[in-house]
């Protein structure tokens, strides 16, 4: 038996990481490989990619890959799953190229009730371009193309996409994780299992939005961009289950200290 209590899923490739310090792609990266592991459907996976910070994560899964022009990764999803539907499709995109860019092509991936998994890391900037203002960005928040922070009145308020996608009639389940702290990752990684696994039961589109940070173009240390998701993020985006198809109760709820 194996002394090993924590190890390297078997769908993460084993390589060195792009991203910048203190970045938490690499985490949530980590627990879409541990979901995929435990479901045992690495074999018949595929991720789109689209453009932003994880342009590149076809490099770190084990899995199939297909590359996304910008938003247009629910598109390109969809064609895989219709085409063929006994595979596992998922998306992972980042807010500049789902909330924005792509804003089209999720509501209406969403209201079709596509059975595929978008995983959404929602940073509140635009990463891989230099820190422009998303539509995520937050009211006062400095961005390279809002050096004197959001101005509500010119660019109206951060889009909360987990709520938008939830009042869609179509059956769904729509949820909002954060992984700052470890308890919130815990939450994350039951979120994210419950979202692929409702399409290996082909039962329903699925979306976790996962609150991430951006120290580099945040500007701040890596240390504190985990206090500041805590101090003004979560406050505007809550954190929780948002709607199950058919009213289904198995949904985690939020554990808290």
């Known amino acids: 038996m194996s002394d090993s209590v924590f190890a390297r899923p078997s769908a993460l490739a084993d390589v060195t990481t792009h991203y910048c310090p203190g970045c938490t792609h690499g985490i949530i990266h980590r627990m879409v490989a541990e979901v995929i592991d435990e479901l045992g459907v690495a074999d018949r996976t595929v991720g789109i990619a689209p453009v932003g910070c994880a342009v590149l994560a076809y490099n770190y899964f084990n899995t ?61 900037i635009y990463g891989m371009t230099g820190g422009q203002m998303a539509p995520t960005t937050m009211p006062g928040q400095v961005a390279t193309t809002c050096p004197l922070g959001r101005d509500v009145e010119h660019s109206g308020q951060p889009l909360r996409v987990a709520e938008m996608l939830s009042t869609l009639r179509t059956p769904a389940f729509i949820a909002r994780a954060a992984v700052h702290t470890p308890l919130a990752a815990v939450n994350a990684k039951e979120m994210l299992r419950r979202a692929f696994r409702y399409q290996v039961e082909d039962t329903c589109f699925s979306m976790v939005e996962i609150l991430s940070t951006c120290p580099t173009n945040w500007g701040i240390p890596p240390g504190e961009s985990t206090d500041w998701v805590e101090k003004n993020m979560v406050p505007y985006y809550p954190l929780g289950v948002f709607k199950t198809p058919g009213g289904d109760d198995r949904a985690p709820l939020p554990r808290t200290p």
């Open 64 to 124: 199939d890959f297909q590359e996304a022009s910008h938003g247009r990764a629910p598109a390109v999803a969809t064609g895989a799953k219709r085409a063929r539907p006994d595979l596992i499709v998922f998306t992972y995109q980042g807010d500049g190229d789902l909330a924005s860019i792509g804003a089209a092509e999720i509501v209406h991936c969403a209201n079709r009730g596509e059975k595929v998994t978008v995983v959404f890391a929602n940073n509140a």
